[in-house]
């Protein structure tokens, strides 16, 4: 009697770990394909996010060993070379994936103690070092949690759990500001964030000016530092009182209190060069008036309009 393995008997007879870890790839290979087209429809983005685009943007550098810890699967949300290979929730987009996908299945299924995945950690989320199958069927199984070898990674800006790819640009400029302006540790509650590109370059242009003025009206050399809290204290945040004194960011949906503070400059500018001495908390409101976006405003905005088109014509 010839001897039969173990494995020469599953094949013969058909393997129903196998056959599990089959269909749970098939479902999951729907799943990513499903994935892909809700958020195409919705505008999202539906990508993994790239460590080193990351790690560019945001200059990362200094590095803490935290250990291993459980953490939060949905909360990985990018990979050091697999963020081709998955989708944002960990679904297999490549049928490149499939032997390792089951293999890692299999030992799920199995019962099977796999070692911890290694992330590194930014803010308050991951990204893969080593890992990104298990990550994907544990995700497949509704797990929740999962332990990890994490390296901790210090940002210069917070990093939020819903961090999509196209947020990277704009943080880079966040952390090119802080670093040139050494705002976050002259005045640690600073919060400074604006929700389009560009305007961090318009905002260090405005202390430059202010440093201009007040060595002037000194008769003295103005440090940065001196320049950066002055301009902070007496400039930017009196502005950003009377917005949110007059509840005026709900007029304003996605947008920033860094965002109307330069608007409402520019408006300030505009007003006294036309009508002589404004008050800033003048141009605060006549600007809300005039580009709000709550619809009753609209309404109005357009009747006024309306209405003086019809005058002009009689």
């Known amino acids: 009697m010839s001897n039969i393995s173990t494995d020469d008997l599953n094949r013969a007879v058909g393997d129903p770990i196998q056959r599990s870890a089959e269909t749970d790839y098939r479902r999951a290979r729907s799943k990513a394909f499903w994935h892909m087209v809700f958020s195409a429809l919705r505008g999202q983005s539906n990508k993994l996010i790239p460590y080193q685009e990351t790690k560019d943007h945001l200059r990362l550098s200094d590095q803490i060993y935290r250990g291993v810890r459980a953490i939060r699967l949905d909360r990985i949300v990018g990979s050091v070379g697999r963020?081709?290979?998955?989708?944002?929730?960990?679904?297999?987009?490549?049928?490149?994936?499939?032997?390792?996908?089951?293999?890692?299945?299999?030992?799920?299924?199995?019962?099977?103690?796999l070692p911890p995945i290694q992330v590194y950690q930014v803010g308050e989320v991951y990204f893969v070092r080593d890992g990104?199958?298990?990550?994907?069927?544990?995700?497949?199984?509704?797990?929740?949690?999962?332990?990890?070898?994490?390296?901790?990674?210090?940002?210069?800006?917070?990093?939020?759990?819903?961090?999509?790819?196209?947020?990277?640009?704009?943080?880079?400029?966040?952390?090119?500001?802080?670093?040139?302006?050494?705002?976050?540790?002259?005045?640690?509650?600073?919060?400074?964030?604006?929700s389009l590109s560009g305007h961090y370059c318009t905002l260090l242009e405005h202390i430059s000016v202010h440093r201009y003025f007040m060595g002037l009206e000194q008769g003295r050399e103005i440090s940065c530092d001196e320049a950066v809290t002055h301009w902070y204290d007496t400039v930017y945040q009196p502005v950003v009182q009377i917005i949110q004194q007059q509840k005026v960011l709900k007029e304003f949906p996605g947008r920033t209190e860094a965002d109307l503070y330069l608007w409402i400059m520019d408006h300030l500018h505009y007003l006294r060069q036309e009508y002589g001495q404004v008050e800033v908390s003048q141009a605060v409101e006549t600007f809300a008036e005039a580009h709000g976006q709550h619809p009753i405003k609209r309404l109005v905005r357009s009747v006024k309009h309306a209405l003086a088109e019809i005058i002009e014509e009689m």
């Open 83 to 113: 963020y081709r290979d998955f989708d944002r929730a960990f679904l297999p987009t490549q049928t490149h994936t499939r032997q390792r996908w089951q293999r890692v299945d299999r030992a799920h299924l199995s019962f099977v103690d």
């Open 132 to 194: 990104n199958h298990r990550i994907s069927v544990a995700r497949q199984h509704g797990v929740e949690f999962i332990d990890a070898e994490v390296i901790e990674v210090t940002s210069p800006v917070p990093l939020k759990a819903d961090l999509q790819a196209e947020d990277l640009t704009l943080l880079g400029e966040q952390a090119a500001f802080f670093e040139a302006t050494r705002l976050e540790q002259l005045r640690p509650e600073a919060e400074v964030r604006f």
